[in-house]
């Protein structure tokens, strides 16, 4: 092990700009916490460069360690030889040649360390000529993959329903192709490896946006691969067509298995058979040296996830693999949360924890994801058709399994067999039945569930292994895709004898499915219900402290649902925290911070002293934000927003009031968010009958937040169109536009309100969740029994003001911007909310009982503003 001195932050970063006081204190206390080894808390309003601050900041630090292990490297090696030349000038030759013989093996064991080193050095360096010869050489590249794709995959379907048999799991042991894991990375596990920095966020136009910035910053000749998963990858239109991640990535490995014979099943006979073809591989991974040359071009170049699909769809080069084949080399990995957050997949990526940097962009939410990541949710639907599909599949092609793969069948059979019926439901019947249970909520431990359902005698970790490793889900979509069975399925009867089972037997002799040429829509089965089934059973392996079962029984069976809620997001962050050589989480908005320190990295095991944090102001002026909290309306109405009297049509009329106001006076566009959207579409009727709309909408082009996502940028781009004319016309009539958002809809989080689409940020009211539910019951009671004192109160505190936060963020975005923020309720009043509202508007925040004072210090605002626009 290489003694390291611990390295000094610089007095100036490489910056694209010159970088603001508090982008250089941000990556100066990035800088230490890095080569310290510390948990980081990192807290930077939206707006301040955040991102470009963290690529500066952990870049440079990774250069200047690379550089100070070269020179530590070289350094203690002089040392030791320096050593044994003393010693061999000493008297004592047998001690000596003992202490000899220990320095110059460890001189030897470092001299390889820096053979290895600079070795990687050379190879890269070559690996950059090489990508640099090729440029502009693709034309036969382009001309094979022609070829490829006028290709037909003859063998697609095979005889006899071959490719929907279950794999052979009889041997115990892997198919080289079913690992997720195919491109060996530990072929360089002899090699060095540098320490690599792994940046993870949450979104695919995140992570963009974060190589983006990459490309353009002074460190644009790192090696950064961005890691996504096949959806995201894949080239092979037909494997895209499927439209679901774990059918992609079943049909790729499936692909790959290609024309390798394999041992399956039995025939009808009860012979053993063997297959001669299987579906033909995909032409995206047929020539290697398409691959290796997308791989080094990555490693040399930085490219973000569409750049590197454009690419291997010119060359025929799989990207996915591509990039996977390039992890060993990269310095920095761009990934996903859940690439990163989930052990398996974490795993299959190759991605390396021991010694390596980790960063995680937008973790403002990040508890919540980690749970998100590894709760598990199976409706009564989808027990009810995915019982249905297996009974079918399994009489379909019963005579053709091994022994051990219809014993696991029988067993998942039986196993969501008694999930319906625990939903009120029997094995078999369709989900419109009714529910032998009343509608209830209950709660169980992962125990008591087990012995609730009679499942504890069946060993989930097995049945979870049978089912990933005989492609069970892929094999069962073929056959409903083929088939097309129908979701009710009756049990079967009491075994008969004698003449009648003869009978019976000629009767439904071939009463199998075959392959449809018309059914009934409402019998068609257009998902996978397999994949959320199995999804569940393997939530069930985890620690019975750390979650719980929630079964909600509904009038119908398939109205019911089962959940697996994760109490203790830390226990799967464990490893991440006691791996890494650091880890830093970094916001916008990271209050309350106590949540990530208790929550979070001490609840995974690590020890306080090595926690740190930093929080910084805004890059904006002070008097460029005014945060106002507002009691009440222009009648003196108390704005009382709670659930009991937020329907009060007295509380509505005074809001309407306070809106026709501050439409009067707040230029350009004012977001307002409302605690839900059946809140928001309550008061927006109340406007309606009182002819608030028509008042605001003299003023303001009104427009309200679609329920539907794929209406989102219409709404948007006329949002900003009205406001963009407004701007041209100031003289015309309405001036500007005002939005009804939803806080935690899809306009509360991602983005950005900057300049006059945003001159003011409403929020109406206090956005708790709702403290009846079962799941966030348990969560607190949970939280009180593991961190003792109110926890469970404050988490529900948290909740809503984290909420509240993401609101406040999208408004105000760079130096220049100015904007207010106006909080209606009177219980932000409250000093413990206060707290947990952003440093940057608790330093500016004014409250304010009554609505006149409150309107005209809005009015001097703009008012100032306009005339600083205007050089008046």
Same mark, same amino acid.
């Given at each position: 092990m290489v003694e390291e001195h611990l390295l000094k932050p610089p007095q100036e970063f490489a910056f694209p700009f010159s970088p603001y006081s508090i982008q250089h204190e941000f990556m100066s206390a990035l800088y230490s916490t890095l080569e310290e080894g510390k948990l980081g808390i990192f807290e930077s309003p939206t707006g301040t460069g955040k991102s470009l601050s963290i690529i500066c900041g952990s870049l440079r630090w990774l250069y200047d360690h690379l550089a100070r292990e070269r020179n530590v490297l070289e350094s203690q090696i002089q040392a030791l030889k320096k050593k044994e030349t003393q010693i061999e000038d000493e008297?004592?030759?047998?001690?000596?040649?003992?202490?000899?013989?220990?320095?110059?093996?460890? =001189? @030897? +064991?470092?001299?390889?360390?820096?053979? /290895? !080193?600079?070795? +990687?050095?050379?190879? !890269?360096?070559? !690996? &950059?000529? @090489?990508?640099?010869?090729?440029?502009?050489?693709?034309?036969?590249?382009r001309e094979f993959n022609k070829k490829s794709q006028l290709q037909k995959n003859d063998d697609d379907v095979l005889l006899d329903d071959e490719d929907l048999l279950l794999e052979d799991i009889e041997d115990g042991s892997k198919n080289e192709c079913?690992?997720?894991?195919?491109?060996?990375?530990?072929?360089?596990?002899?090699?060095?490896?540098?320490?690599?920095?792994?940046?993870?966020? =949450?979104?695919?136009?995140?992570?963009?946006?974060?190589?983006?910035?990459?490309? =353009?910053?002074?460190?644009?000749?790192?090696?950064?691969?961005?890691?996504?998963?096949?959806?995201?990858?894949?080239?092979?239109?037909? %494997? @895209?067509?499927?439209?679901? /991640?774990?059918?992609?990535?079943?049909?790729?490995?499936?692909?790959? =298995?290609?024309?390798?014979?394999?041992?399956?099943?039995?025939?009808? #006979?009860?012979?053993?058979?063997? +297959?001669? +073809?299987?579906?033909?591989?995909?032409?995206? !991974?047929?020539?290697?040296?398409?691959?290796?040359?997308?791989?080094?071009?990555?490693?040399?170049? %930085?490219?973000?996830?569409?750049?590197?699909?454009? &690419?291997g769809s010119k060359i025929s080069a799989c990207p996915y693999y591509a990039t996977r084949a390039a992890v060993t080399n990269a310095q920095v990995l761009v990934v996903p949360y859940n690439t990163l957050l989930h052990k398996e997949t974490r795993e299959a990526c190759g991605l390396r924890l021991k010694g390596s940097v980790v960063i995680i962009d937008e973790a403002h939410n990040l508890l919540d994801s980690i749970a998100q990541v590894y709760n598990a949710q199976v409706s009564g639907y989808q027990l009810t058709h995915a019982y249905s599909q297996l009974v079918q599949y399994r009489d379909k092609y019963m005579k053709r399994f091994s022994a051990t793969n219809l014993l696991y069948l029988e067993q998942l059979i039986f196993v969501v067999g008694r999930l319906i019926h625990i939903l009120g439901g029997k094995p078999g019947c369709p989900p419109n039945e009714g529910s032998a249970r009343v509608v209830d909520t209950k709660l169980y431990s992962l125990g008591l569930f087990l012995l609730e359902a009679q499942i504890d005698n069946i060993n989930q970790f097995r049945l979870i292994q049978f089912a990933q490793r005989s492609k069970l889900s892929h094999k069962l979509h073929g056959f409903t895709e083929r088939y097309q069975p129908s979701v009710n399925i009756t049990? &079967?009867?009491?075994?008969?004898?004698?003449?009648? #089972?003869?009978?019976?037997?000629?009767?439904?002799?071939?009463?199998?499915?075959?392959? %449809?040429?018309?059914?009934?829509?409402?019998?068609?089965?257009?998902?996978?219900?397999?994949?959320?089934?199995?999804?569940?059973?393997? #939530?069930?392996?985890s620690s019975c402290a750390d979650g719980r079962v929630v079964c909600c029984t509904q009038p119908s069976v398939g109205r019911g649902t089962l959940k697996y809620l994760l109490l203790n997001p830390a226990a799967h962050f464990a490893d991440i925290v006691q791996q890494a050589r650091s880890v830093v989480v970094a916001g916008g908005t990271m209050q309350p911070v106590s949540e990530f320190r208790e929550q979070l990295f001490m609840a995974a095991g690590a020890d306080v002293e090595k926690i740190t944090q930093f929080s910084c102001g805004h890059v904006i002026p002070p008097d460029h934000i005014l945060p106002i909290v507002l009691c009440s309306g222009p009648t003196g109405k108390p704005f009382d927003f709670s659930y009991q009297n937020r329907n009060c049509v007295t509380v509505m009329t005074e809001f309407g009031r306070i809106l026709d106001n501050i439409c009067n006076i707040v230029p350009g566009g004012i977001i307002c968010f409302f605690s839900s959207y059946d809140y928001e579409q309550t008061v927006y009727q109340h406007f309606v009958k009182s002819g608030t709309v028509d008042k605001l909408s003299a003023k303001k082009k009104v427009f309200r937040e679609p329920r539907k996502a794929n209406q989102v940028d219409q709404v948007l781009s006329d949002f900003a169109a009205s406001i963009n004319n407004a701007k041209k016309n100031p003289q015309v009539k309405p001036n500007g536009a005002l939005l009804f958002s939803v806080v935690g809809g899809k306009l509360s989080e991602g983005l950005n309100f900057s300049d006059d689409l945003g001159r003011c940020v409403i929020v109406v009211g206090m956005p708790y969740p709702n403290v009846k539910s079962p799941e966030l019951q348990e969560k607190m009671s949970y939280l009180d029994k593991t961190l003792g004192g109110n926890a469970g109160q404050q988490h529900y505190e948290n909740l809503c003001m984290k909420a509240v936060n993401q609101c406040i963020g999208r408004a105000v975005r760079h130096s220049a911007d100015y904007a207010t923020v106006l909080l209606l309720d009177q219980r932000y009043e409250r000093p413990s909310t206060q707290k947990l509202l952003p440093a940057w508007i608790q330093t500016s925040l004014q409250l304010h009982q009554k609505t006149g004072p409150a309107i005209g210090t809005i009015a001097r605002f703009f008012s100032s503003k306009r005339a600083k626009d205007t050089g008046l």
């Open positions: 008297g004592d030759w047998i001690s000596g040649q003992s202490q000899k013989l220990e320095a110059e093996r460890e =001189r @030897r +064991k470092l001299e390889e360390l820096l053979k /290895l !080193m600079t070795d +990687k050095e050379n190879e !890269m360096k070559k !690996m &950059k000529e @090489r990508v640099k010869n090729k440029e502009g050489n693709t034309k036969e590249l079913d690992s997720d894991n195919e491109i060996d990375n530990n072929k360089d596990e002899e090699n060095y490896q540098g320490i690599q920095i792994i940046i993870c966020s =949450r979104t695919h136009s995140q992570l963009s946006q974060l190589v983006r910035e990459v490309a =353009r910053s002074p460190y644009g000749d790192v090696r950064l691969i961005p890691l996504a998963s096949r959806q995201s990858y894949c080239i092979n239109s037909t %494997v @895209r067509k499927l439209n679901n /991640l774990s059918l992609i990535n079943e049909k790729c490995l499936d692909l790959q =298995r290609g024309s390798k014979g394999r041992k399956t099943k039995v025939d009808d #006979a009860g012979a053993t058979v063997k +297959k001669t +073809k299987g579906s033909c591989s995909c032409p995206h !991974m047929k020539v290697s040296q398409n691959i290796t040359q997308l791989s080094e071009e990555a490693l040399t170049t %930085v490219q973000d996830v569409e750049a590197l699909v454009d &690419k049990p &079967k009867p009491a075994p008969q004898s004698g003449i009648r #089972a003869f009978l019976k037997e000629i009767s439904t002799k071939n009463n199998i499915p075959e392959p %449809v040429t018309s059914s009934e829509p409402e019998q068609r089965l257009s998902n996978n219900p397999i994949l959320p089934v199995i999804a569940f059973l393997q #939530a069930l392996t």
